[in-house]
């Protein structure tokens, strides 16, 4: 994660050149920008989000009917977005884990329990041998208590 990333620059004490060979197309993707306040100091909320539960949930049908929860990072998000509302699918809700380590338990436990009904998914552009699915899944049945996860990529 940038922020990570960036964060972890600032507070060495060596100061060294940051490289970020990454695709730039995010920086057009108007949903992936971020206001203002999510970088000002806020007591009620923490500047960093280790998950991002679905950020639009009025835009489907209540927690109990989704049949699907995808959990994802990184910049596919923005792509299942987009295609979840050109086909007007409601019963998918998308998770962004924005921090993989250390795994937010806690959190993915949160979201999977407030989707008793749904099939659990782990969505990621890489093949299955790359990517963030081999650390993630040893880490899913813990904090989702033994219900199946499945693996959607390339």
């Known amino acids: 994660n940038y ?18 060979p990454t695709p730039k197309w995010l920086l057009r993707v108007e949903p992936s920008f971020s206001p203002l306040s999510d970088f000002t100091t806020n007591a009620e909320t923490p500047r960093f989000k280790r998950l991002i ?29 987009a295609d979840r509302n050109a086909e007007k699918i409601k019963d998918v809700a998308l998770v962004r884990i924005e921090q993989l380590y250390p795994f937010p338990f806690d959190l993915v436990t949160q979201q999977a329990n407030l989707y008793p009904n749904a ?14 699915w081999s650390f993630v899944s040893a880490h899913f049945p813990t904090a989702i208590k033994g219900r199946p996860v499945r693996y959607t990529g390339r």
């Open 3 to 20: 922020v990570h990333m960036l964060r972890s620059q600032l507070h060495r004490d060596v100061r060294k050149p940051l490289i970020i």
């Open 53 to 81: 539960p679905e950020a639009f949930p009025g835009d489907i049908v209540a927690p109990k009917s989704v049949k699907r929860v995808v959990f994802c990072t990184g910049q596919v998000y923005y792509s299942l977005l």
């Open 119 to 132: 099939e659990i998914i782990w969505c990621q552009e890489e093949p299955l041998n790359m990517g963030a």
